[in-house]
């Protein structure tokens, strides 16, 4: 069964900095893309970013919002995937998602950027 | 970016009867591999979102044969033949074709 953990979230001041985790089990980690959406309170899905698989060389992805402020990571002989958010904004207020593809998503895990 | 549109915003729908949702793109998501790469996800409420069709109309394992997709090029749609209790939440679009992926806005389904 695939299953995915995200974890690291909680409360940050403006300009600080986060890392949230995604533990994952079920499939072979290494063949698959991951990647990490977001959604702020009450709103739609956003992409942060994706990283490729081993195949593809693990190349890093990301959108505009995240680009020089986020960096993904991953970890394959620990199955797991991160998010080092730096520089926060209080529209970075949301629930991140891990994600495996298109196909499997995690419970997600709240971060809420405030003074 | 890929804009997705999604229409209506809001559905009320009465138990038991059709349901269906668009989902418009700003550009054609045909890929250069020949294949269109548009998803359709049911969110209920307090829950992550999950996928119920993969590739324009391929059911994920274990969701309700009255789900169905259809559609191609820019125009796509998410059809629920007999709209039941469980299926309330919001639906998205999600076009896989383009980087950054993109989202639809979302249309709530709720029962009348």
């Known amino acids: 069964e695939v299953q995915l953990v995200e974890s690291g979230g909680g409360l940050v001041q403006p300009g600080g900095s986060l890392r949230l985790s995604c533990a994952t089990s079920g499939f072979t980690f290494s063949d698959h893309y991951m990647g990490w959406v977001r959604q702020a309170p009450g709103k739609g899905l956003e992409w942060v970013g994706r990283?490729?698989?081993?195949?593809?060389?693990?190349?890093?992805e990301y959108t505009a919002s995240a680009k020089g402020r986020f960096t993904i990571s991953r970890d394959d002989s620990q199955n797991s995937l991160y998010l080092q958010m730096n520089g926060l904004k209080t529209e970075d207020t949301a629930v991140y998602y891990c994600?495996?593809?298109?196909?499997?998503w995690g419970r997600g895990t709240l971060v809420t950027v405030s003074s | 970016d890929v804009v997705m549109t999604q229409s209506p915003l809001s559905l009320p729908v009465t138990l038991g009867q059709p349901a269906s949702i668009s989902c418009r793109s700003s550009?054609?998501?045909?890929?250069?591999?020949?294949?269109?790469?548009l998803n359709w996800y049911q969110q209920r409420p307090g829950q992550s979102p999950r996928r119920l069709i993969s590739?324009?109309?391929n059911r994920d394992s274990g969701v309700p044969e009255r789900f169905g997709g259809s559609g191609s090029g820019t125009d796509f749609t998410l059809k629920i033949s007999r709209v039941e209790a469980e299926d309330v939440g919001v639906y998205y679009c999600?076009?896989?074709?383009?980087?950054?992926?993109?989202f639809g806005g979302g249309t709530k389904v709720e029962i009348k």
């Open positions: 550009q054609s998501l045909v890929h250069s591999d020949g294949n269109t790469y």
């Open positions: 590739k324009v109309s």
């Open positions: 990283s490729r698989n081993r195949a593809k060389n693990y190349i890093t």
């Open positions: 994600i495996k593809n298109s196909d499997y």
């Open positions: 999600m076009q896989l074709t383009y980087w950054p992926l993109t």
